[in-house]
Nanobody
Framework: QVQVVESGGGLVQPGGSLTLSCTATGTIYGSYDMGWYRQAPGMQREFVAS???????KVADSVKGRNAISRDNAKDTASLQIDRLKVEDTAVYYC?????????WGQGTQVTVSS
C-alpha cells in the first residue's frame, strides 16, 4: 500500500509564492510519476503539473511560467512552487503518484489566495 501526504498549503496574498510538498510512503518500487492536481469550489479537479523519475515535466497552461516542480527520488518526495499567485489559484491541491497501473492520491491541502 502507498500513502501520499501533502503539506504547505495556506493563505497567501495575490502576487505571493507558495511551495507545496508531497511525501509518499509504503511499498514504492520501480518507476513512478508524481503530479499535482487542484480542485476549486464547484469545479472539476484539474491537472497542474507532473514529473517523472527522470525529471521530465508537464505543466498546465494555467501555471506555466510561474511554477517549479521537482522531486527527490531517494526520499520519494515532490514539491511544487507557484509564484505570482492569483485569486484563481485558490483550490485544494492534491498530490498524485502513478506507479504502474495504479495511482494514489493524498487528502489534499487548501491553498487560498486572497488579500
Amino acid at each position: 500500500q502507498v500513502q501520499v501526504v501533502e503539506s504547505g498549503g495556506g493563505l497567501v496574498q495575490p502576487g505571493g509564492s507558495l511551495t507545496l510538498s508531497c511525501t509518499a510512503t509504503g511499498t514504492i518500487y520501480g518507476s513512478y510519476d508524481m503530479g499535482w492536481y487542484r480542485q476549486a469550489p464547484g469545479m472539476q479537479r484539474e491537472f497542474v503539473a507532473s514529473i517523472t523519475d527522470l525529471g521530465l515535466t508537464k505543466v498546465a497552461d494555467s501555471v506555466k511560467g510561474r511554477n517549479a516542480i521537482s522531486r527527490d527520488n531517494a526520499k520519494d518526495t515532490a514539491s511544487l512552487q507557484i509564484d505570482r499567485l492569483k485569486v484563481e489559484d485558490t483550490a485544494v491541491y492534491y498530490c498524485n503518484l502513478v506507479m504502474g497501473l495504479r495511482d494514489y492520491w493524498g487528502q489534499g491541502t487548501q491553498v487560498t489566495v486572497s488579500s
